[in-house]
């Protein structure tokens, strides 16, 4: 095994992806080999040369400069948000030797502008905080389903509001709040919960019939595995590339709209038919959980880089 070093602005961003990448590097045995994480920006004290690799991870802080670690050790990113800013990305993009995006469209854009080691790297799920919650094991047990959760909810959201997002001065992307408003004005047993994050978000999607997503900008957002992961059926937008490429079928591991009318009537059909609804749930849940989680992700970056 190798020893890698990961950076990331962990004071300001530890619930986001860097730590749930992190994690798996420990859950695969890598802290045995010295791996580390350590916070940007960097302290004089870091020996550059420790590790065999190093691995920023996109925490989303865009007003930080860039610092690379010193020497001739590989370098890698992991770019999340380039369809958020994209243009800040592609400038970090151009101090490492190898470049992983979590939105597929990104690697023909990156090529075009000059990056040519890119790599689609996507998001993915955390089976460890996946039906294990302290909450779920407390729930009595005749309340109990076949995943181990009552489902108590009809339709549930976990993350944050937004009212599209600003680029070049107009907004672009999806109006998430007032998705939400509708599809919640649509279903009154509903649970909306802001900033909750792994095992919490793991107890409030497991104990929803019904799992709703909604992109800001056409990405494959996590929450895209995690409701499945959490063996909940997932009621997602699919003007999202990538969906397919992964081997996702819509009406088998997940139902997709492409309107808030046909996502409303997807979640009545789901509700009506729960026979229909737990298979959906658990061939999706199977799927991300054999093929999706960050330990698949880790192995991807360490075949693809070749240390």
């Excluded at 691995?55 to 370098?75: A, S």
């Excluded at 997503?213 to 997602?236: A, H, K, P, Q, Y």
Aim: charged share 25%; proline share 3%.
């Amino acid at each position: 095994m190798k020893s890698p070093g990961l950076f990331y602005n962990a004071d300001i961003r530890n619930n986001g992806t860097a730590r749930r990448v992190s994690e798996a590097f420990f859950r695969m045995g890598f802290k045995d080999t010295g791996f580390e994480r350590y916070s940007r920006p960097f302290h004089d004290k870091v020996d550059y040369d420790k590790h065999d690799f190093w691995l920023f991870v996109d925490d989303g802080r865009d007003d930080i400069p860039m610092e690379v670690p010193k020497g001739d050790t590989p370098k890698c990113c992991y770019l999340i948000d380039t369809h958020l800013g994209y243009a800040q990305r592609l400038e970090w993009a151009k101090h490492f030797d190898y470049v992983f995006v979590a939105q597929l469209p990104t690697v023909d854009k990156f090529k075009q502008d000059g990056i040519e080691n890119v790599h689609w790297l996507p998001l993915a799920c955390t089976p460890s905080t996946d039906l294990t919650a302290g909450e779920l094991l407390r729930a009595p047990q005749e309340t109990k389903g076949e995943w181990g959760v009552n489902k108590r909810h009809d339709v549930v959201f976990v993350g944050y509001l937004n009212n599209g997002h600003i680029v070049d001065g107009e907004q672009q992307g999806n109006d998430r709040t007032a998705a939400l408003d509708y599809i919640f004005r649509c279903f009154k047993n509903n649970w909306l919960s802001l900033n909750t994050f792994f095992a919490d978000a793991a107890v409030r999607y497991a104990r929803g019939r019904v799992g709703f997503n909604i992109s800001i900008r056409d990405d494959l957002n996590m929450r895209f595995f995690e409701i499945m992961s959490c063996g909940t059926c997932l009621v997602t937008n699919t003007d999202v590339v990538g969906i397919e490429e992964l081997g996702f079928e819509d009406g088998v591991h997940f139902m997709g709209y492409k309107t808030l009318e046909e996502a409303r009537d997807k979640i009545q059909f789901a509700l009506e038919n729960p026979m229909e609804r737990e298979d959906i749930a658990k061939a999706g849940h199977n799927l991300v959980r054999s093929a999706h989680t960050y330990e698949h992700r880790v192995k991807q970056i360490i075949e693809t880089i070749g240390v």
